[in-house]
């Protein structure tokens, strides 16, 4: 008799079916079904159509090419033009509670699969990840292995994914899923501001999400199948020649983190509470997340010791809880020219190294972080004068430098030796407590045979070294701003620097895609200057404090220049952060659009929301329109500024609101009576 899976989450089931010897079949993932459902094989209800072949292949787990399926294939690979089919001769389950392990092999191909699934009932995300092993005698050349494939269901209809460039992170791209397939991909190298490693997709009473957690090259595809579904491939794109597995050796690919819910509030709130329990913070736990204070539009490459004392001293009166000292402060970096490599204090700007700021700094209650860019080497450096041979480089093609830099081949164990002991001497040597790791290119000359794969896991492994060294230091991921923000490198860091763009109407999109993946509380939002560095628009200090208050909250400005009432308010925003952080950082998120490009977003839960509302550009309606706040309970009471309301109210009708001028937000509590 035909065995079936089935493993139930609070909110989203799946189902796959178990014939003997096969890739289990897909027969379900969605919102969640009730125990024991009745089920009958596939092929039992599915007559042959015309013009098929007499064996029916519904879609697999692990689709296979040239034996029957005409799909996209999970796998392609061969071993010098042989052995290029896939199609599993044997298979094996077994399940551990909410995660099910399955076991394919092909005797013919001489290959073995091993699919893991965990349904998460915490958050409802299924993680799944696909480990190839080579079991014939000869290299297998590996061009495509989907870390996961995923059923939707035909009446998906819109796909939501994001784009964009330095400066304009998480652009939304809408695309209708139609019979062709629905395909990105990213080739940089790293996660990219081009190309974010995830979507959502739009269906008739459910929304799905996935994303990739890696900091490399992905590519995605949507495809319609002969079923009238569709099928959801996520994993690593990999370059010709990359991977090549000897007799008897494994690949694993990353993760693919898939969810449903009701709607993308519900993906989004999902993917929240997974990420959350992919961090480890120091001593185990999130402590609040301290206010930052970033040097780096305030000062640039001016590293002045008295003047960023000042800014200190400055930054402690306004309630700066964590003091990140940027690029600049190394041997000879007086611009973006020069000395990547050379992770040793500039004693011409720091006579007596770096000990007296951190010092001053920590004695001002504040916490000390430092800025570095390993994975990177300026050819003016004397890094690279000693070791040339250590940046990747392509046999015959020129160096392409970008931001006059080149990429260390951080597999080497002498590059990764290099770089742990340089950065170690300056954490065991300092008070630091906080590294923001930059990365601020895109890979083009990747070696002789790619090594994409092998930078992400070389630049992993350092990280990791590093956190088991110096347990007590978190660490920021940054690439430019947004260029890698995944659910890859969240295992080994705490927050993300979302754009450089910090302009707050720009911000206000960018943040939103960045929720729909990502926690508030790893989400780097600061307050700029006025006009904006990226954009040349000014804002109020009040505008900018309201957009960026619900991420880990930051000031990147010189505050000894702001003018006796910005340094009020921002003092004020300062205190306001501190007293709704929790609120902010453990609550779940809802992002809505009212009518007349009102956007609006709530943090908490259905005892009481911080609201804010955003207006980015003028209001065309000679009245503000309402709110609803569905996430609210119908049968209780809340109290609004003094006012009492009911929930149905609140929920059904909507919030009524002020008039606002662009450019202008309200910040409002919503509290359970
Ligand atoms: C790019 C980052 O995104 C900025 O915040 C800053 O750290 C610069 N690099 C420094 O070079």
New binding site residues.
Partial sequence: MTQFLTLHGTAVSLILELPEGEAPLWRYWGRRLPDGVALQPIRASRPTPSFSLDFDQPLSLFPGLGVGWFGESALLAHRAGRDWTFQATSSAVEQDGQTATMWLTDDVAKIAVAITLNLDSQSDVLTVSTTLTNLGDAILDVQWLAAGVVPLPGDACEVHSFGGRHNDEFVPITDQLTRSTWRRENRRGLTSHACFPGAIVAAAGATYGAQLAWSGNHRQSIEWIDDGRFQWQMGEWLAPGEIWLAAGESITTPEMLATCGIDANAVAQNFHSAIRQRITWPGGKMKPRPVHL?T??GF??NHDEAALMELADAGAAVGIERFVL???WFAGRND?TSSLGDWWTDTAKYPNGLRPLAEHVTGLGMEFGL?V?PEMVNPDSALYRAHPDWALATPGRPGITA?NQLVLDMAKPEVSDYLFDKIAALLKDLPITYL?W?H?RDLTTAGAQPRYHKQVEAAYALMARLRAAFPHVEIEA????G?RIDAGIIRHTHRF?T??NIDAVSRVSIQRGFLQFMPPEVMGSHIGASPAHATGRSQSMDFRGAVALPGHFGV?LDVRKLDERDRTKLAEWIATYKAHRDRMHHGKVWQGDGDDGLLWQAHGDADGILLFVYRVAPQSHRHAPLVRLSMLDPKRRYGIDGIEYGGAWLVQHGLSLPPLKAETSLMIEVTAL
């Fill in positions: 970033n780096w539009e640039y490459f940027d690029d600049g973006d800025w860019e931001r923001k930059d601020n940054c690439a430019g701003g260029g620097w754009s450089d990147e």
